[in-house]
């Protein structure tokens, strides 16, 4: 499997606090069957975590490289972020601030989880329109997609893809997020299933109950496309496998 959104470097975000913390989670990735994960702190969030492209953010990045290679964790490790959605993204991309994930035409985007879904549609139109292919984190938190959930199918038909959280498919993030996961999962809606993992012992980077899941509620075919092919294809900037989207009316 390959983990598109994890919060894997240490002393960025909300995510690993330590450089011991950062080896734990890529232990339990290795153990559950993990080989890859993109790493992706919090980006553009000003006054809170900005974590802009730069040559620190990739010595980060290769201190963690290192440090895991040397602990003989069979792990790679990717460059990405996770890009908080306001207005100027495109202008950020164009100006080289933002990166994509391992230098694809692919952006793990983010929004404030009360954000109007008219201004989120509109900002991953612009980004898609500048040649870069949004790919939206776990829009099944975004309170206001779950009273209208019709925009995903639409993103889905336009070629957006859309990151699901493995905490939502057992109501970790409430049971509204977890009914909005499953009804994506249901009209093959999800581009791809990712840990977002923020730590070492809660919201972790083993994804092997997502499969588990995913296999037993589903199909071996669906958590292979979802955990593991788009996963290698963002990685290789290729086209995703969508399968067959269904509108939700």
Not at 190 to 196: E, R
């Amino acid at each position: 499997m390959i983990d598109i959104h994890a919060h894997i470097l240490p002393g960025l975000d909300d995510g690993s606090d330590s450089p011991e913390t950062s080896l734990m989670m890529a232990y339990a990735a290795v153990e559950s069957g993990v080989t890859a994960i993109i790493a992706t702190p919090h980006c553009n969030q000003r006054g809170l975590y900005e974590n802009y492209a730069s040559p620190e953010l990739t010595g980060r990045l290769e201190r963690l490289r290192g440090e895991i290679k040397a602990a003989g964790i069979p792990l790679e490790v990717y460059q990405g972020m996770e890009v908080f959605g306001t207005r100027d993204v495109p202008r950020l991309l164009r100006e080289g601030k933002l990166l994509t994930l391992n230098g694809s035409r692919y952006l793990l985007i983010e929004f404030a989880f009360r954000e109007d879904p008219l201004y989120m549609d509109r900002l991953v139109h612009a980004i898609l329109e500048d040649g870069v292919i949004p790919i939206v984190a776990h829009p099944e938190r975004y309170v206001h997609l779950q009273d209208i959930p019709d925009i995903l199918y639409d993103w889905v038909s336009d070629g957006i893809g859309v990151q699901i959280n493995k905490g939502s498919l057992f109501g970790k993030f409430g049971r509204h997020a977890q009914q909005l996961a499953m009804a994506l999962l249901w009209n093959d809606l999800v581009s791809c299933v990712a840990s977002d993992a923020h730590g070492a012992e809660m919201r972790t980077t083993d994804l092997v109950d997502a499969q588990d899941f995913l296999t037993m509620e589903f199909s071996g075919e669906l958590a292979e496309r979802l955990l593991t092919e788009n996963p290698r294809r963002i990685l290789s900037d290729e086209p995703l496998l969508q399968g067959r989207p269904a509108p939700f009316s």
